[in-house]
């Protein structure tokens, strides 16, 4: 079975910072694409970023320059770490994993920024 599991989300203050993991199983996590995903109540979900097998990385738009997406095969975890945290970053945030398994995707990490 195909098992993502986020954490590291949380309450944060407007400058501050968080690192999401996403542990994985039940996949080949060196060649599959993972990305992370999130969605703020009333819109839609939006790419935050990807990084592929190869270790090239993808950022949205509103995100480019303070999130940095890393993975480390050994563990078969991902991370974001996320920096200068603002309102509107609030959301559940996702991890996805494309690969030979098909597309799975885990229950999602609170992310809250508010002063």
């Known amino acids: 079975q195909v098992k993502l599991a986020e954490s590291g989300g949380g309450l944060v203050q407007p400058g501050g910072s968080l690192r999401l993991s996403c542990a994985t199983s039940?996949?080949?996590?060196?060649?599959?694409?993972m990305s992370w995903y999130r969605q703020a109540p009333g819109k839609q979900r939006e790419l935050v970023a990807h990084?592929?097998?190869?270790?090239?990385?993808e950022y949205g738009d509103s995100v480019r320059g303070r999130f940095t997406i890393s993975r480390d095969n050994a563990k078969k975890t991902m991370y974001v770490q996320m920096n200068n945290l603002e309102p509107e970053d609030t959301a559940v945030y996702y991890c996805?994993?494309?690969?030979?398994?098909?597309?799975?995707w885990g229950r999602g990490t609170q992310v809250t920024v508010s002063s």
């Open positions: 996805r994993a494309l690969g030979r398994e098909g597309l799975n």
């Open positions: 990084i592929r097998s190869t270790g090239d990385t």
């Open positions: 039940g996949i080949m996590f060196s060649t599959t694409m």
